[in-house]
């Protein structure tokens, strides 16, 4: 069985060693990497392309955030989880928007950080337990004042190309399951942005929740087994 090869990226180098401890003791994976700031972590994945880079986000050189900026840009590739003190939603939508792949924070469980790991290795993006309970709390409380989602009608097309978006699937695994043309994808993409009115990725997401189509495999994530966590897809 092949493992899942992580790279690590903090400027902490007690935080890397007990990172490094942490996930070669699971059967499936292996670091393969360490680098103690942005700039040596995108020279890292450039030589090693790993299937996921571990990255703080206040780091020298380049911090999180511009390198994970970079490493999308130059390798879309590699999934991106960010590993961080911050608390801030302001940082999540950042880190969501230029693609990272999921956030969690360094006081969570370890056994969280494994499952974060694993999600996101699978094309889903992973938001700590702690920071998806607040933002769906917020999420159920706007609903709550502002009355129920809208009602703009989507084709069935569209809406199944968005429940998939929803759930963390780039264009072409889209265009695979449905046996459609990555333009096709494109297209519907583009359909149901425009009738929802939808500027970001988060507000697709937001939606989803609020219709209850995410309930399953986020609940389930935003509350249970997998996302101790929730779920917040990248728009490619």
Partial sequence: MSKLRILLADDHAVVRDGLRVLINAEPDMEVIGEAKDGRVAVQKITELRPDVAIIDISMPELNGIQATERIKREYPEVKVLALTVHQEKGYLDQLLRIGASGYILKHSAADELIEAIRCVAQGQTYVDREMASRITTDY????????????????????????????????????????????????????????????SRAEVVRYAVQRGWLLTSLVALLFGDLVSSGYFPTLP
């Fill in 140 to 199: 159920l409380r706007k609903q709550s004042a502002g009355g129920a989602p809208g009602t703009t009608e989507l084709t069935d097309r569209e809406e199944q190309v968005l429940r998939l978006v929803a759930q963390g699937h780039s264009n072409k695994e889209i265009a695979n399951q449905l046996s459609i043309s990555v333009k096709t994808v494109e297209t519907h993409k583009a359909n149901f942005m425009e009738k929802l009115e939808f500027k």
